[in-house]
């Protein structure tokens, strides 16, 4: 852990740090003369990104119907920006809770509220599918993971935030969310942690809602008690938030606008989060998924909706009102037509592998 007396000279840290390493990094367009297919994950990269040394792009246009290629944008390392140091750093999914290594061994009453969270989520995921993203997605065969898009808009899972952009990584350094609103820290310290390992992180990869792509997005999968600080990849960088840090951020991007587009994903995810009733299917589901055998889920089902009123104060119905509108698609819709030029020019695939030197 280094600590930099404001944004600034962290930042500028990194970027020396990324000319560095393009310096003794073969270029991108350079390398991709001379790939060979391999099957694997995928990054979105640009031109003038570098990969560290000890990576090179692989072709795996192959492995899509369309066999054509696109270049996905990556750095020699992904961020996370934060206003304060969380000990342990957990997801969302897990911050509430006691240090365990599985659901099980929860108390009852923190075992129900995770349960519940999940069911949740599973519930917020299933709606996802009618909005106009994922249509669009599957007219250009791009797979997406919905439980990461949930993390996105709010929900509850297991996933962490990690941007390809330092700068965007700032603005979440520095920026906090009060009052409904995007406002500037000036007090205290932020953090940005540096997730070296790139071939280690979970990738969203071309992604048909807006958030996620306006925010270069990525992630990390972390399980039930495993510390996001601790992982031997993360590196902390600590600075002094200072109130023309975080301005020069915030107006970056135009007060958080430019990396929250209006969507209405994020309407139904706080209507669910907000809701006193969760439909049986999806508590049914988030059972079964836990542990539930089977052959007992009438008595758990039972036993669950006893302790779900006790101690969350929800209930478990059969019909919620929530869906996607008219309304809403109408809204998604017009939004996706904003960023539709990403995915006219879709062309495939490449990322990168780690190689023997």
């Known amino acids: 852990m280094a600590d930099y007396k404001n944004i600034f000279e962290l930042v500028k840290h990194f970027k020396d740090r990324s000319k560095n390493l393009a310096s003794r990094s073969p270029g991108i367009l350079k390398n991709l003369k001379k790939l060979k297919f391999r099957l694997g994950e995928f990054y979105w990269a640009d031109d003038s990104d570098a990969l560290s040394p000890d990576l090179e792009w692989v072709n795996c246009g192959k492995d899509f119907p369309s066999g054509k ?12 920006g934060q206003t304060d140091a969380y000990s342990p750093c957990y997801p969302r999914a897990f911050r509430d809770f006691p240090l365990v290594r599985r659901p099980r061994e929860l108390s009852e009453e923190y075992r129900v509220k995770f349960l519940a969270s999940q069911a949740k989520t599973l519930w917020y995921i299933f709606l996802l599918h009618k909005h106009p993203a994922v249509h669009r997605a599957r007219s250009l065969n791009i797979k ?33 969310y009060r009052d409904n609103e995007w406002q500037p820290r000036s007090t205290g310290k932020g953090v940005i942690y540096l997730f070296s390992s790139i071939s280690d992180a979970g990738l969203i990869g071309l992604v048909t809602f807006p958030r996620p792509v306006l925010q270069k997005a990525q992630f990390v999968f972390l399980p039930f008690g495993v510390d996001f600080e601790k992982l031997p990849q993360v590196k902390k960088f600590v600075f002094n938030h200072t109130l023309e840090g975080a301005r020069h951020y915030l107006e970056l991007f135009n007060s958080g606008k430019d990396l929250f587009p209006e969507d209405p994903a994020e309407d139904i ?32 089902l039972s036993i669950f909706k006893d302790n779900l009123n006790k101690y969350c104060n929800l209930t478990v119905g059969d019909n919620v009102p929530i869906e996607f509108t008219d309304d809403h698609i109408k809204r998604a819709g017009d939004a996706l037509a904003k960023h539709a030029k990403r995915f006219d020019d879709f062309k495939g695939w490449v990322r990168p592998v780690r190689v023997s030197r």
């Open 69 to 80: 290629l696109v270049l996905m944008e990556t750095s020699a390392g992904l961020f996370r």
């Open 144 to 176: 997406m993971s919905s439980g990461v898009i949930a993390q996105h808009y709010g929900m509850s899972t297991p996933y962490l935030d990690l941007t390809q952009s330092i700068e965007i990584a700032s603005f979440f350094a520095c920026c906090e």
């Open 269 to 300: 995810a706080k209507d669910i989060v907000a809701s006193g009733s969760i439909p049986k299917d999806f508590v049914v589901d988030a059972l079964l998924r836990f542990g539930c055998i089977p052959e007992n889920l009438e008595k758990t």
